[in-house]
């Protein structure tokens, strides 16, 4: 039998249940479920603030348009970033009228402040740290660099759905956190992201960007008071970013069993690197001490990594690439060979298959042909 990287898992009948709840009130869009999840979600990570959108590649690119247009910031302004990163990442940057400066990775595979802080210079603006796999890295250091240098932080936390450092989620020190709940993701929907800002005046006005600029959403202008309820004004040009009720009622449902997921996670991830060891050839990426990750990857490196890969699939297991050095593509073709340590990560990193269908037996099989073929 065959084992794909992700098999997402949905409590089905509970997932259901909230979604007939939307079909029978007839309310399917931005509403009273996506009221409800926000509440649940900003409890649950302890944010000030949390708004549902569609997606989490939404969220970052509202992140950066609103700082940019609130503190001023001019187009072509600087965003350091990493080039090992799914490509919405720094595609948001671009988006946003913005410019992606890479600055190379450390060994847990986020970025390094030492070569962050190399890479400012007196047209940056911000850093957009990225908790690759729900790995934290140097993260503390990131922050503590922001502040001494006046720059503002956004934290693409895809994969950080449930990673705790301290004992909490991480997210309270950035300008900007934003999570994903799209279809493989730990808090897996069918698509959707959370955007949390610090700051209520950002909050107010995602809210109304998410919603092409509207200044009253349509479940307000259904359940508010007055008989003027459905007037409304459009304050300037949005986007249509706003999450729905049928998404949101899935993460409900979803949200109750994720510390639960995630601790499994975990121990598949120890039950990885029990069997490979101290194995040479096969390297497992550390979790940053005093992180709690949510464990959404399990990265190995290897030498041959396209040959490895290769003959796992002869064996009907198939890991995933995460991610190829996004200075490869041509839009960001100008930055090649700045960032040697995130080229090199490029060419060796396997994401092992981490799911709920996985059993101790599957990751004792994996990782002997690992082990076997990665030599």
């Known amino acids: 039998m065959s084992i794909q990287l992700f098999v997402p898992s949905y409590r089905i009948d509970e997932c259901l249940k909230e979604i007939r709840e939307c079909l029978e009130k007839g309310w399917t869009g931005l509403g009273f479920k996506t009221v409800e999840f926000e509440k649940a979600w900003s409890n649950y990570a302890k944010l000030p603030h949390a708004h549902l959108l569609n997606s989490s590649t939404s969220g970052l690119h509202l992140a950066l348009h609103i700082l940019k247009t609130r503190l001023g910031w001019d187009d072509d302004d600087e965003v350091v970033s990493t080039p090992f990163t799914f490509v919405s990442t720094n595609h948001a940057i671009l988006h946003a009228r913005l410019r992606p400066v890479f600055a190379d990775i450390d060994d847990f595979l986020c970025l390094d402040p030492s070569s962050v802080a190399s890479r400012i210079t007196s047209r940056t603006r911000a850093v957009m740290f990225v908790g690759i796999g729900g790995n934290t890295g140097q993260y503390d250091k990131i922050v503590e660099l922001c502040r001494q240098r006046g720059l503002r932080l956004i934290l693409d936390a895809a994969h950080m759905a449930g990673t705790r450092a301290g004992g909490r989620q991480v997210g309270p020190e950035p300008d ?200």
Not at 188 to 203: H, L, N, S, V, Y
Not at 220 to 237: H, L, N
Not at 278 to 300: I, K, M, N, Y
Not at 328 to 352: D, Q, W
């Open 176 to 375: 900007a956190v934003v999570f994903s709940f799209q279809a493989v993701k730990n808090l897996p929907t069918a698509d959707a992201g959370m955007i949390c800002f610090k700051d209520q005046e950002d909050d107010d006005r995602a809210r109304k960007l998410s919603w092409l600029g509207i200044n009253k959403d349509t479940y307000t202008r259904t359940v508010g008071p007055g008989s003027y309820k459905w007037m409304y004004d459009v304050e300037e040009v949005g986007y249509k970013y706003h999450g729905n009720s049928i998404m949101a009622g899935i993460g409900l449902a979803q949200l109750k069993w994720l510390d639960q997921d995630n601790a499994y996670r975990r121990q598949l991830a120890a039950w990885y690197r029990a069997r490979l060891g101290d194995c040479p050839s096969v390297r497992a990426v550390e979790v940053a001490p005093g992180c709690e990750s949510a464990t959404h990857l399990f990265q190995v490196r290897v030498n041959r990594r396209d040959a490895v890969m290769v003959a796992l699939n002869g064996h009907q297991i198939y890991p995933g690439v995460h991610y190829r050095d996004n200075t490869e593509y041509p839009m960001y073709r100008h930055a090649a060979g700045s960032c040697p340590n995130a080229a090199r990560a490029s060419s060796e990193a396997i994401s092992l298959p981490l799911h709920m269908s996985l059993t101790c037996g599957d990751a004792d099989r994996i990782a002997e042909l690992l082990i076997q073929y990665g030599r």
